[in-house]
DNA sequence: GGCCGACCAGGACGAATGTCACGGCCGGGC
DNA sequence: GCCCGGCCGTGACATTCGTCCTGGTCGGCC
């Protein structure tokens, strides 16, 4: 019997798919999480085979559990489930040490399939994935240089951020305008939507 | 036995939520699809009792289709079913002659207890959100105001927006500016992102 | 040691943005 | 008829933004 943990935000989608996987005959949900800050916990106290996880959840992301859960729990399968397959969430998934990495398209009948693959050992990506995040290649900005664009993303002011991060105004603009740069875009919208898209942030 | 329309645009949520009402004894998933242009045209000839949309679907909104669903096929009760319980989108919801409203929070079991519901008449709303909805009051965005805020969402400047929408640069301008003095925001990013926590645009 | 990149800050400059006042046109309501 | 609001445009103005150049510290690597 495969003991499997769920991490998923969205009450009726967590429900659904717990419910879909106690159809399956060889599989168990046997602990539900709705924040990310949950997981690492319910996973050291319930000790699941596989562990299910969303990546933008409330709290801590998905993707920092996964690491610390990979080793902590080095027995427990790890796999993420996410509505976005950006190329930089596939990259950070993989360094987690996850044991794969689904989409929330593509039907459900694979989601079964895929956790038993995965237990099997076999590293479950989609290719058309694969291929997008190696052509994207690694993340090219700095740690500040994220920090200051996720700072910008809500439509705070330079001195805003400034403020927030401790930093002078004038930092915070050659910190932007390097963001800019490396993402070929022409403000600092369109630099965190690229990033984004990108799964940098 | 109810016949159910399913609208939604992730496949694995499509699956699971139609998997899920099926294993009801007196519901029936006659029809799914994942745009909000096949709504109308396959509702018409599938003739379903219930239809459940989702709002955000590629191409058409399931609110224009639930108008429209409304007017085309009366003895179809329409509900939604989102992820972000928008007051704006309530409003236009009930506007156009939706029997229900509900978010993808909640549980799931929920689920086909407000079908039954709204199937017996009732208008199936979340309290807390019908309270929001009417203390954020109506939108008070004019039709230009809102197309050149969703013009501005994806960091186009200020030429972009004008060449896109057939207007001099001082006519977007103004509009930026009184959509900013309504929402009362301090710039075109901040109100954007108050205009969309409304369900404005 | 030299080199490099991340980090922090300042100044100067042009371009874009946001505000305001001012016009005009049209359609609906009283 | 008059008034009002939505629509479209212009010009002027202060502020903010984005770029470029300059400078400095620190740690890692060869």
């Keep these: 019997m495969t003991r499997v943990l769920l991490a998923e935000d969205q009450g009726m989608m967590r429900g659904a798919l717990a419910l879909l996987l106690d159809l399956e005959e060889d599989m168990e949900v046997v602990a539900q999480v709705a924040s990310g800050d949950e997981i690492v916990p319910t996973a050291l106290e319930a000790g699941p085979d596989v562990a299910l996880l969303d990546i933008e959840l409330p709290g801590r992301s ?17 796999l993420i489930l996410t509505t976005f397959g950006r190329p930089g969430y596939l990259r950070r998934a993989m360094e987690a040490g996850a044991g794969g990495f689904l989409v929330k398209d593509g039907p459900v009948e694979e989601l079964a399939g895929a956790i038993r693959r995965a237990l099997a050992g076999e590293r479950v990506i989609d290719p058309a994935l694969a291929a997008a995040a190696l052509s994207a290649g ?6 500040r240089e994220c920090e200051v664009l996720s700072a910008a993303a809500d439509g705070s002011t330079v001195a805003d951020i400034a403020a927030r991060l401790h930093l002078s105004g004038a930092t915070v603009r050659n910190y932007l305008s390097a963001a800019i740069g490396k993402t070929s875009t022409r403000n600092r919208v369109e630099a965190v939507r690229a990033a984004r898209r990108n799964g940098w942030l």
Tied chains: 1, 2.
């Design 62 to 78: 998905g993707l920092d559990a996964a690491a610390e859960l990979h080793e902590r729990l080095p027995s427990c399968t790890v």
């Design 138 to 143: 690694p993340n090219p900005l700095t740690r």
